[in-house]
């Protein structure tokens, strides 16, 4: 696509889509949508390489960046105005919504989804199938969906897990209850 600006050492591979239009509607009397004009560009810096069938969709203004050593599997989606920071690798079935900025050296699962507008920080690490709906800061590492705290998360599921034997030593205890 046109204004688009690849560094050098870049490999894209077969079928991905770079600078396409983003994903811009704006609502309309009687349910209907106008399209939003996407006038911007995608940069993408050195030492990038882009997966089979990833779409990285150019900014409504300014631009898309794909940061020097970036790394990314197939099948992700880049939306509008959409920063990923330096050595930042992603893996496949990702979905990262409009203008949300991901920090340098972070790690992203695959089939994560990232809500639009977000802060990513630095050196995150972002576990598989997670939905990230928040800012996430520097260094956490979080899961499931919604994401939140990997350590609260395993707890969680721990419990989760022994609900069933829970739930019977609840009902034991009740059960002893009125017999008293």
Known sequence: YPHTLIGDSVTIHSGAVIGADGFGFAPQEAEE??????IGNVVIEDHVEIGANTTIDRATLG????RKGVKLDNLIQVAHN???GENTVIASQTGISGSSKIGA????GGQVGI????KIG???RIAAQAGIGNH?????TVMGSPAFAAGNYKKSYVLFRKFPE????LENLEKKQQHK
């Open 33 to 38: 949508f106008k399209k939003i004009a996407q």
């Open 63 to 66: 631009s898309t960046i794909i």
């Open 82 to 84: 959409v920063e990923i």
């Open 105 to 108: 050296n972070c790690m992203i």
């Open 115 to 118: 809500a639009g507008h977000l």
């Open 122 to 124: 630095n050196n995150v």
């Open 136 to 140: 996430v800061k520097d260094n956490e």
């Open 166 to 169: 829970l739930l019977q030593r």
